[in-house]
């Protein structure tokens, strides 16, 4: 077994492990509110490998930006490459296996919210989202934010976890059923991670997160949509609030004009925080020993791809976690070439696209097959890439 499949192994025991019930659940949101600039793919395998990791970065992230070097003997974090078109890994470090190079390291900037910060913090926020309850302390009036995101979001990715409601104890409701479910699970997993990394004591909120259907998102699938979602909209509401505070700092410092070497450093790399996601680590040198190796995605494979990662998110999360989502493209690839074969000779019969028109007017000839092939590629897109 290749590193690659052991890796997609663990994602599928992990995800069934948190999704058992509310305190397994709620041990994975711990971590995902530290990491929140990863996505759900990545969240779920760090968690698997490192929960108590709380600032993570590739090798080149923390060398060449950070002038971090990694502790000697130091293990990293395996995470799946959805960028490569092989199955392959990617590897991130935590700050705790790193050390600083004298003089030129850099910590990353971890922000912790302070009661002098939540002014401002809920003055940012409003601005964006909305006012809220003035007469609220500021945990309520931040819940009522999170809740809002939550509420007004839902709708779009509900139709998700109906498609992929499959082997799911879900599989049996009916569309509103599924809608309450994942209306319900949603809003208090984004309140939730927004509320912990906040530094928020969640024992006042026990009441309001107690994550009923969690077990109902008992698939892979089902439950990279509700994971997947509930990273997305807390993604931004985290990335604002850290860089309020950033800003707020850096002006008491200013105001005060004295330096401290923590905040210094904070000030340095507040522009960059560690744990960007877009940052890649190492591929893993093994790749999938499976028959597909060596397969390429071509053009409709390659248009699958993208289409489920930029807008069916939870789908794609759970291929790729799964180890299936080159399989799965792989196969749109191949029914999507034969269908524009098929399409494009049936509808050659209906032209008057003719062998004495190639040698006659050979210019009428191209634009005329450009139009069929145009005519069966938009039937492919639309009845297999992009369905």
């Not at 399409?343 to 005329?368: A, R, S």
Request: charged share 30%.
């Amino acid at each position: 077994m290749t590193k690659y499949v052991k890796i997609s192994v663990l994602a599928r025991e992990t995800a069934k492990k948190v999704c058992r019930g509310r305190e397994q659940w709620i041990r994975y949101l711990d971590v995902a509110s530290r990491l929140y600039k990863y996505p759900f793919e990545d969240q779920l395998l760090i968690y698997a490998q490192r929960p108590d990791a709380t600032a993570c970065a590739s090798l080149e992230m923390w060398n060449e930006r950070m002038f971090c070097w990694v502790n000697r003997g130091a293990k990293g974090i395996a995470l799946i490459d959805g960028e490569s078109e092989r199955p392959k890994l990617r590897y991130v470090f935590d700050v705790s296996d790193v050390h600083k190079a004298r003089r030129i390291g850099k910590d990353p900037f971890i922000w912790h919210l302070r009661e002098e910060h939540k002014e401002v913090v809920l003055a940012e926020l409003e601005h964006i989202y909305g006012s809220t309850n003035d007469s609220l302390p500021f945990e309520n009036r931040i819940y009522e934010i999170a809740e809002r995101i939550a509420e007004d979001f839902y709708e779009e990715a509900v139709d998700e976890v109906i498609d992929e409601a499959a082997n799911s104890f879900l599989e049996d409701l009916d569309g509103d059923a599924v809608a309450v479910r994942f209306r319900e699970m949603l809003v208090q997993s984004v309140s939730y991670t927004i509320l912990k990394r906040c530094g928020c004591d969640m024992t006042e909120f026990d009441d309001e997160f107690t994550f009923d259907y969690i077990h109902e998102f008992n698939t892979l699938r089902t439950l990279s949509v509700l994971g997947s979602t509930t990273s997305e909209l807390c993604e931004p509401v985290l990335i604002r609030i850290g860089r309020t505070i950033a800003r707020y700092d850096r002006a008491l410092l200013q105001n005060r004009r004295y330096t401290i070497n923590h905040n210094h450093t904070e000030r340095a790399v507040a522009g960059h925080e560690s744990d960007i996601r877009k940052e890649r680590g190492l591929s893993d040198s093994q790749s999938d020993t499976s028959e597909q190796e060596g397969a390429m995605l071509t053009k409709y494979g390659v248009l699958r791809k993208n289409y489920l990662k930029n807008y069916r998110r939870g789908i794609y999360t759970g291929l790729l976690l799964s180890g299936e989502l080159l399989t799965h493209c792989l196969e749109i690839q191949e029914q999507a070439e034969e269908r524009f074969e098929v399409l494009t000779q049936q509808l050659l019969k209906n032209q008057i696209v003719t062998e004495e028109m190639k040698q006659n007017d050979p210019l009428q000839w191209t634009k005329e097959m450009n139009r069929i092939y145009q005519q069966a590629e938009e039937i492919v897109l639309k009845e297999l890439v992009y369905q």
